[in-house]
């Protein structure tokens, strides 16, 4: 099972989302937050194999609560969604430790299968 926690200040989206990874075998829910503050506590206190990240939370930057995501112990991937993807922000991202920036307007298989390969990259570069 791949553990997602998702994080977006649109109750609804937050709700989508919770609710195609609930429908999808091989996926749970550990959570959904809708502020950098409640991301982080439950990233702590649950552990995601994935975070799946609003790169606009509102007034807070998801580019820096990507880093601070990436800093925990026992760090989770992270794939950032955004309606304004573009070169500057995809390096950004990149540059914060994320491991896919994926538009907000992405095929919902597309999603999954992002989440799939960050999981599989975190699994592959954990320590033995």
């Not at 091989?26 to 206190?45: E, N």
């Not at 939370?57 to 304004?84: F, K, S």
């Amino acid at each position: 099972m791949i553990r997602v926690l998702v994080v977006d200040d649109h109750p609804a989206l937050r709700a989508g989302l919770e609710a195609l990874l609930r429908s999808e075998p091989g996926f749970v829910s550990v959570g959904a937050a809708g502020t950098g503050a409640q991301a982080t506590a439950l990233a702590r206190r649950h552990g995601p194999d994935v975070v799946l990240l609003d790169v606009r939370l509102g007034d807070e930057d998801g580019i820096a609560l990507c880093a601070t995501l990436r800093a925990l112990p026992d760090a989770p991937a992270v794939v950032m969604v955004t309606a304004d993807a573009g070169p500057q922000l995809e390096r950004a991202a990149t540059a914060a430790g994320a491991s896919a920036l994926l538009d907000k307007a992405a095929d919902l298989p597309d999603v999954l299968d992002a989440v799939r390969l960050a999981a599989r990259s975190r699994r592959a570069a954990a320590p033995s």
